[in-house]
Structure formats: structure tokens, C-alpha cells
């Protein structure tokens, strides 16, 4: 099953990048790779835009699988035939700071190619988006957002 996974290291507390992480208001701000719209709750869709650097934007509609306030997030979405379940993960860390990892994990009989050839661009989304995270979790963190 392909999977690309990226971290990032971030000085703040899990609950502080956890409160970034789910305003999805506030995305348009800092977050390159997402739009999203709806609740984070188990069991629900949300609309969601992907823009993946150097690939046209698309809609998807994930089914929320897992949420575990300032540990996990995780959705499951399909597109063009490819199955495709993403974890955004929260590591406390020592001198609390968070090692945020976003996972995705493919399946389906295109996923291997697909994968293989787009994968350095949903990297690159990936890191874009943690980038972004952890400035904002840092501005938070310092009282320069309410």
C-alpha cells in the first residue's frame, strides 16, 4: 500500500497546534493544501478542497474515521478511483513541543502508479501545509492571534 508521510517539529503544546489544526475558518489564512468546510466529528462528511502544488484544485468529501482531541485526526476519501485515508497526527514531544506527521495511505489498483508518479507533489503539499501550521501554532502560542 503507498503511503508518503512528512513531519514536522513544532514548538508548541499539542493542544495549542490541535486548536490550528481545527479551525478550519481560519485555513484560508495559512493553509495552502486545504479549504474545508463542516464539523470534525466521527462520522461526518466534510467538503473539502484539495489544491496539490502543480495539479488543478479539486473537490473531495471525506468521511471523518477518527477524531482524538490533540493526538489524531483522521478522514478517508476517494478519488478517481483511488482510495485514500489521511491521519494528521500529534506527538507531544519534551519542552512542549508537537511533532505533527501527516500520513496518507493509498489503496486501489491505481494507487501504486498514481502515487509513484504525483508523489513528490503531495510531499511538497504536505510540507507546504506543516509549514503553515507551524507558524500559526507559533503565532498562537504567542498571543499574536485571539
Known amino acids: 500500500m503507498p503511503e508518503v508521510s512528512v ?6 503544546v499539542p493542544e495549542t ?3 490550528v489544526l481545527t479551525d ?3 485555513y484560508p489564512q495559512w493553509n495552502t493544501l486545504l479549504s474545508v468546510s463542516g464539523e470534525y466529528a466521527v462520522g461526518e462528511t466534510v467538503t473539502a478542497r484539495l489544491s496539490i502544488p502543480g495539479l488543478p484544485t479539486v473537490p473531495i468529501s471525506p468521511e471523518i474515521i477518527a477524531v482524538e482531541p490533540g493526538r489524531a485526526l483522521r ?4 478519488l478517481f478511483g483511488i482510495e485514500a485515508e489521511h491521519a494528521f497526527l500529534l506527538e507531544p514531544l519534551e519542552d512542549g513541543q508537537t511533532r505533527f506527521v501527516q500520513r496518507e495511505q493509498f489503496s486501489g489498483a ?3 502508479p498514481v502515487v509513484s508518479r504525483f508523489e513528490r507533489r503531495i510531499r511538497r503539499g504536505f510540507e507546504q501545509m506543516n509549514v503553515g501550521l507551524r507558524r500559526r501554532a507559533v503565532a498562537l502560542r504567542d498571543g499574536e492571534l485571539r
Do not use: C, F, K, L
Open 7 to 12: 513531519a514536522v517539529d513544532i514548538p508548541a
Open 110 to 112: 491505481m494507487a501504486g
Open 17 to 19: 497546534v490541535w486548536a
Open 24 to 26: 478550519t475558518e481560519a
Open 75 to 78: 478522514w478517508r476519501s476517494r
